[in-house]
């Protein structure tokens, strides 16, 4: 049977040149910080699609060191990760466009474990993604038994929600569900959680497999059932919660980039369906204007 952490380490990636350039660009960027670099997102199995905005998990050994003793350290420590954007042109002309968060090799593995509340990081990486770059083979190690760690935390979120028995399409699905219902995503149903499980198939079964054993020939599971009713407290209080978080991030990392509001904008209102119409006062001091931004948001009913 084929462990957890088998699994997490196959996951792996031959990034194309331009990907490796841009790796590069964000490393000189923040020199000697970088620690470890984890590719995930909706466009990872479309890495040589140069239209596709590439999404990066930064990990560094230091907010100060990373961002200086400024305003943008403390907000990174305060309310992680830090969002910037990266747009690089490559020798034949394509222009790569680059979304990274920035979260320090520690907290990183925190937030993939069950003394994160929110599911943010290890909803997110319980689910297929590549390290593509690590400082060193130490550091390797450790985001794999992060990666480990989430997967297992998911999974424990999850479980008492099924009632004895699921498939691993439906497990997963589930957990992706209610995760997603905690940020701003436009995953709105449990078939549609189920759809994103589905094209990874192969993997959700064979992690299901090594965290509660063979399935029967009808693919269910036999699963834990305890702890139902605290279960669906828990993903209660992580709606109240996330959702806020969330856009509150996305609000202060539109002062990393040109630019930055209107794709804040763009990003709502996929994600909820609330239309934002930045002044251009605000798109020029866009933290400044941020609680107004957030205000308006949620009157219009984001975070729903």
Same mark, same amino acid.
């Given at each position: 049977m084929t462990s957890v952490l088998d +699994?997490?380490?196959?996951?792996?990636?031959?990034?194309?040149?331009?990907?490796?350039?841009?790796?590069?660009? +964000?490393?000189?960027?923040?020199?000697?910080?970088?620690?470890?670099?984890?590719?995930?997102?909706s466009s990872l199995r479309e890495l040589d699609n140069p239209?596709?905005?590439?999404?990066?998990?930064?990990?560094?050994?230091?907010?100060?060191?990373?961002?200086?003793?400024?305003?943008?350290?403390? +907000?990174?420590?305060?309310?992680?990760p830090a969002v910037y954007y990266v747009e690089h042109t490559a020798s034949d002309g394509t222009?790569?466009?680059?979304?990274?968060?920035?979260?320090?090799?520690?907290?990183?593995e925190k937030r993939c474990s069950a003394r994160a509340f929110l599911s943010q990081v290890w909803g997110r990486f319980s689910?297929?993604?590549?390290?593509?770059?690590?400082?060193?083979?130490?550091?390797?190690?450790?985001?794999?038994?992060?990666?480990?760690?989430?997967?297992?935390?998911?999974?424990?979120?999850?479980?008492?929600?099924l009632d004895g028995k699921a498939t691993a399409a439906v497990f997963?699905?589930?957990?992706?569900?209610?995760?997603y219902r905690t940020e701003l995503r436009p995953e709105s149903s449990t078939g549609r959680s189920e759809e994103i499980v589905a094209r990874f198939e192969e993997r959700y079964v064979a992690i299901t497999q090594g965290l509660y054993g063979k399935a029967n020939e009808e693919g269910y599971f036999s699963l834990p059932t305890q702890g139902k009713s605290r279960a669906v407290r828990r993903w209660m209080f992580r709606r109240i919660l996330g959702k806020p978080a969330a856009a509150i991030r996305v609000l202060l990392g539109a002062a990393t980039f040109d630019g930055g509001i209107d794709y804040v904008a763009r990003k709502v209102e996929n994600h909820s369906g609330v239309k934002l119409d930045p002044t251009p006062a605000q798109r020029k001091h866009p933290v400044l204007h941020s609680p107004v931004l957030f205000w308006?948001?949620?009157?219009?009913?984001a975070f729903k």
């Open positions: +699994i997490i380490k196959g996951e792996t990636l031959d990034p194309p040149a331009r990907v490796t350039e841009v790796m590069t660009l +964000i490393r000189e960027r923040h020199a000697g910080r970088v620690q470890a670099m984890v590719y995930y997102g239209e596709k905005m590439l999404d990066f998990y930064v990990l560094v050994d230091s907010y100060r060191k990373t961002h200086g003793t400024g305003l943008r350290a403390l +907000i990174n420590r305060l309310m992680p222009l790569s466009t680059c979304k990274y968060s920035i979260l320090s090799l520690s907290e990183f689910q297929p993604c590549a390290v593509l770059w690590t400082k060193t083979d130490d550091v390797l190690n450790r985001v794999w038994a992060a990666r480990v760690v989430a997967v297992e935390t998911m999974a424990g979120a999850t479980v008492p929600l997963w699905g589930r957990g992706f569900y209610e995760s308006k948001i949620w009157r219009k009913g």
